[in-house]
T-cell receptor
Framework: AQSVAQPEDQVNVAEGNPLTVKCTYS??????LFWYVQYPNRGLQFLLK??????LVKGSYGFEAEFNKSQTSFHLKKPSALVSDSALYFC???????????FGAGTTVTVRA | DTAVSQTPKYLVTQMGNDKSIKCEQN?????MYWYKQDSKKFLKIMFS???????INETVPNRFSPKSPDKAHLNLHINSLELGDSAVYFC??????????????FGPGTRLTVL
């Protein structure tokens, strides 16, 4: 069975500092990995995904994520956080033969001015 | 243009009532989903339809019945509502179920409150 772990419920950073949101996964076969962001009272918005190829994936709003197969991780990063990045972030995984997308529990990011 | 839309946005109702939530996507996608987000923000898949065919049916009470009249619409009907059904329900779509690498597009959510 596939699963995702987001070990931190909350991440707090100061504006301008680097932001990292951690994600590890478990899946049979090669994973398809996704990051979504949810702003208050809104639906989920797609940020970026890893399918194959370059381990460093760049996405929307200056976010990037690094796929690490040996550590089964897909951490989300942003070099310089903005107050507007404050939101709930979800990591998700899907196996190549799976119909379901499995989500992590989410990490609340708060960026203070 | 809204890609995935849901109605209503808010739904407040009494225990025991029957209610429906509607979802429409204008992306031309084959696959649509219903997710439930509980008060702790956990997201759980409930159902998935691919070209009007039910593909995923998670362990969901029989009181929940999805209906897909065409591939652009996926509605969720809930009978005999219970307090525990209070949650935010999200509709989503993706190009095709078998294309695991495609991201899903989410609607704005319907906040259901059962009193």
């Amino acid at each position: 069975a596939q699963s995702v772990a987001q070990p931190e419920d909350q991440v707090n950073v100061a504006e301008g500092n680097p932001l990292t949101v951690k994600c590890t996964y478990s899946v049979s076969g090669n994973p398809y990995l996704f990051w979504y962001v949810q702003y208050p009272n809104r639906g989920l918005q797609f940020l970026l995904k890893y399918i194959t190829g370059d381990n460093l994936v760049k996405g929307s709003y200056g976010f990037e994520a690094e796929f690490n197969k040996s550590q089964t991780s897909f951490h989300l990063k942003k070099p310089s956080a903005l107050v507007s990045d404050s939101a709930l972030y979800f990591c998700a995984v899907r196996g190549p033969n799976d119909y379901k997308l499995s989500f992590g529990a989410g990490t609340t990011v708060t960026v203070r001015a | 243009d809204t890609a995935v839309s849901q109605t209503p946005k808010y739904l407040v109702t009494q225990m025991g009532n029957d209610k429906s939530i509607k979802c429409e996507q204008n992306l031309g996608h084959d696959t649509m989903y219903w997710y439930k987000q509980d008060s702790k923000k956990f997201l759980k898949i409930m159902f998935s339809y691919n070209n009007k065919e039910l593909i995923i049916n998670e362990t969901v009470p029989n009181r929940f019945s999805p209906k897909s009249p065409d591939k652009a619409h996926l509605n969720l009907h809930i009978n005999s509502l219970e307090l525990g059904d209070s949650a935010v329900y999200f509709c989503a779509s993706s190009p095709h179920l078998a294309e695991s690498y495609n991201e899903q597009f989410f609607g704005p959510g319907t906040r259901l409150t059962v009193l």
